[in-house]
């Protein structure tokens, strides 16, 4: 256990959220599953909903999130507005004292992120990532199995995902298979396309974020191999979200057609697997959400987990960027 980072006394750990639409919600309820953990605040500048959220954990509704942290002066704070007020809220948090989950993409721009990731490191506390697809279920089995070395070496990775999952998409494969080095990219269709305006407001146009139309891709793998990454907005998300093909020198393994309704796909390979640990159970994409948290929770802990931290959410953002600038360039773009 990592005392110096625990509430004194065994009490039980505090808890903020910041924004109170979607995605705080699905925190807060995550929160509280856990034993040893109170929902002490929730603030959002639409009072009603911090208020509906409050009430429904018997915690204090608040509309402006530096009230809040001076107030309640939280262990974790949960960031789960858009991407344009990550930064500055998830900084204040860090430097009021906070560990912090933001909700992916880290940041708006690559210097928020950086900024972001340099407070957490200088005040010592832990800035995570919300990359849930990393529990998805059959990731987690896939992962053990390549870790374990039971489907061998890697040599052909191809990924296929919906625009909205990309990003979770770059953060996957490096969870997977290790860091990307460099891009090839060619991009068609412009943010225009891409429907829902949260999606959009203030990220920096130098990241992708969501890929209209169309993106093609190369990703150099530090290990050696390489990926394939296709994505488009264009696929209905209620019929696919994600899709992963592996070419390993012992065989054929792909996830297909990972989409809400089963998030965890259907598997297909040419290996013999009939000793290794079975398949997981289909499970709705809606249950990705909660093991991401308490793994967060777990690692304020000291726990030993591994959780996507402040960095990842910033590496994966430097991908998002070397995809922009491979595809202005049309060169193989190296990423520092
Ligand atoms: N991990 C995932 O799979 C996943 C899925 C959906 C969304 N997200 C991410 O979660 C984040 C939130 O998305 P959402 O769909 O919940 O958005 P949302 O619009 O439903 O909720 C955002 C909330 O933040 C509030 N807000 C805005 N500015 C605020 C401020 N300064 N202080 C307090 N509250 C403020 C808004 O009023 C709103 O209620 C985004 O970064 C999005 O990309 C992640």
Redo the contacts with the bound molecule.
Sequence with gaps: MNEKLLPKGGEKMRVAI???????RIHANAYAQLNGVKIVGC????EE?AKELADKFGAKAFNN?ATMLETVRPDIVSV????G??AE?TIAALKAGSHVLC???LAATLDEAKAMVETAQKVGRILAT?F?YRHIPSVRWLKNLLDKGFIGEPLLVTMMTHGYCHH?GIDLLRFLFGEIVSVQATLRGDRSEVPYK??KDGISDDLLYIPSRAMGALAYFERGFVGVLASSIRHQVTDFMLELHLLTDKGRIALRRMRNANICGELDTNLDLQNLPPFPEPVPFSET?APSVHAFVAAVKGEPVTIAKGEDGLRAMKIEHALVVANRTGQIVQID
Excluded: A, L, P, S
Excluded at 18 to 24: A, R
Excluded at 43 to 46: E, R, T
């Design positions: 910041i924004g109170c639409g979607g995605q705080g603030c959002d500048v639409v909903r999130y789960c507005t858009v991407e007020q990550h809220i909700e992916k993409m919300q849930n979770h949260g999606f959400f």
